[in-house]
């Protein structure tokens, strides 16, 4: 264990430091803060889930409209909007245009990790959010196409995680799969989230989750 580790760890431990308090301490001194880095994710046992009692936005979209804006928690909106410009920036490279429309399954939602009594989920924070797809309008004339982009693309189109993640036969269905996978990276890259999720884990095939948790993660 690094020095400084083990510094932090007896800190902490004098301190009476809960878990997350610890490793709000850590990310800060580390030089990642984030607001709800120590906000307890323990789940009361029994009954229904509560939300964390935060402060929440509607969230529209900066770069890129969402639809349906997004609840979520003040604190995230940062990490949205960084998304935003991403999006648009790879979305860019492939189609020569930014989406017109982002897809999602929601943000905010007062439940437990899957297959967990004790621990709450990001969602439960606002702290996440399920991304579906994205929307593209036509072409415009003043927008230049990468030499790649097939004919059919000049036209308005959508991009599924559920249909085109994996690729396809066509031209289109596999430009789609670069730009899905070249946005995650781009995500990885930046350091837009903590947390991604994406299709190949159990209940994920449709969307890519993405978090602050406090803890940083990546499962395929």
């Known amino acids: 264990m690094p020095t400084r580790t083990c510094a932090a760890v007896l800190i902490f431990a004098f301190t009476g430091c809960n878990a997350h308090e ?4 850590w990310n800060e001194m580390a030089g990642d803060p984030y607001p709800l880095d120590s906000v307890s994710r323990e789940a009361s046992a029994g009954g229904e889930s509560q939300c964390a ?3 929440y936005v509607s969230y529209t979209g900066q770069r890129v409209p969402y639809g349906p804006p997004a609840r979520v928690a003040a604190a ?3 990490r949205l909007e960084a998304f935003d410009t991403v999006v648009a920036e790879v979305a860019l490279q492939h189609y020569g245009r930014a989406p017109a429309k982002l897809r999602h399954f929601g943000a905010l939602a007062c439940r437990r990790v899957r297959g967990s ?3 709450l989920s990001e969602h439960a924070l606002g702290n996440a959010i399920d991304i579906s797809g994205f929307g593209f309008t036509r072409l415009k004339r003043t927008e230049v196409p990468p030499p790649d982009l097939p004919a059919e693309l000049h036209k308005a189109f959508e991009v599924s995680i559920e249909k085109h993640w994996e ?3 066509s031209p289109a269905e596999a430009l789609h799969r670069r ?6 990276e781009r995500v990885q890259e930046d350091d837009v ?9 159990e209940g994920h095939a449709n969307h890519l989750h993405f978090d602050q948790s406090p803890w940083g993660y990546a499962l395929f």
């Open 167 to 169: 690729g396809g036969a």
């Open 193 to 201: 989230f903590r947390g991604v999720i994406g299709p190949g884990r």
């Open 76 to 78: 995230f909106v940062p």
């Open 179 to 184: 730009f899905l996978h070249a946005l995650v």
């Open 22 to 25: 610890m490793t709000a301490s």
């Open 117 to 119: 009594h004790s621990r």
């Open 53 to 55: 009692d935060l402060v």
